[in-house]
């Protein structure tokens, strides 16, 4: 029996853990961050919103279900939120080598192996997040034997431009055209708008769409911090200027509200689970969502024309925007999601009522 290779998980405040080796071999930097769902882990390592960052799974038991193959519907890969892995590495507390599960075709590890991903089991996460939960969100690095690096804080470089499509791509025939600013969608996003009778031209994070012909304008998801997206900042600001009806998620939450005039900041350690609680602003609804966020926006530099959409039930943090007069509002939780809560799924329905009615 092969002995498994030991790597140290070091943060930056001096904690220093070691783990067993499931994954690539090689040294890595990035931002520690966690997440409590119990399933979903091919949905969340490809979403690109973790791009950056060196993913906790709270949920000792990972991997037991293997991964599914990237089967093509659409020009997407079915199961997969992009095209590749996109988190810097996987720590968790117990990996199953053994999996079962109708549709997998490898293990998580062999995976994580295809694609250069760290992965290290072993590790005692509830104590790794009980240190996240008190000191925040803090960087790290996963050391092999002598191969050293240097701490890196991804969110101080343009993390949507590296995830960002490099072309302008149309899925679908559908009778309503929405055009996606792409700043690292998940394929969720697109499958939803494509089943709903519409053509989606995906453009990427920086393009200028104001020559195009659209019914609606779509903000999506993406990682880092909103204020280095300054070209898609100033883009949204001009098609606040007209009727157009925009919706954004998670990441064009905050790009809208730096559009308006508004301002974000960053969380203590962010929002990432699939057991999140919002309310509706004015109402006694209640949704449970997943989410994926390390920054959010302070409700009071919302200007006069603005108001909160959702607010979050746990820490009372912005869940989401809206124009008092014009069809334009976003959320910062994912109605997307395919393995969390679907409660507001509802919303591309309202989205797309609105823009057919405003045609």
Known sequence: MTKEKTAKLILEDGTVFTGNSF????????EVVFNTSMTGYPESLTDPSYAGQILVATYPLIGNYGV???????????????????VTALIVSDY???YSHWSAKQSLGNWLKEHKIPGLSGIDT????KIIREKGAMMGKIVFGNNDLEFLDP????????????????????????????????????RHFLKRDTTVIRVPWDYDYSQ????????????????????????????????IPIFGICLGNQLLALASGADTYKL?????????????CGTNKALITSQNHG???????????????????NDGTNEGIRHKKKPVFSVQFHPEASSGPTDSEYLFDDFLKVVRGNK
């Open 268 to 280: 203590k350690y962010g929002h990432r689970s699939h057991n999140q609680p919002v309310l509706q």
């Open 295 to 313: 920054f959010a926006i302070d409700n009071h530099s919302l200007s006069d024309e603005w108001e909160p959409f959702f607010v979050n039930l």
């Open 68 to 86: 599914p193959e990237a089967v093509m519907s659409n020009g997407l890969p079915d199961y997969f939120e992009s095209g590749r892995i996109q």
């Open 126 to 129: 509830r104590e790794l997040t």
């Open 96 to 98: 199953s080598e053994q």
């Open 155 to 190: 969110n101080s470089e343009n993390l949507v431009a590296k995830v960002s499509t490099n072309k302008v791509i149309t899925y679908g025939d559908g009778s309503t055209r929405i055009l996606l600013v792409d700043c690292g969608v998940k394929y969720n996003i697109i």
């Open 23 to 30: 994954g690539f071999e090689g040294s890595v930097a990035g």
């Open 212 to 243: 195009e012909n659209y019914d609606g304008l779509f903000i999506s998801n993406g990682p880092g911090n909103p204020k280095m997206c300054e070209t898609t900042i100033s883009h949204l600001s001009e098609s606040l200027k007209g009727e």
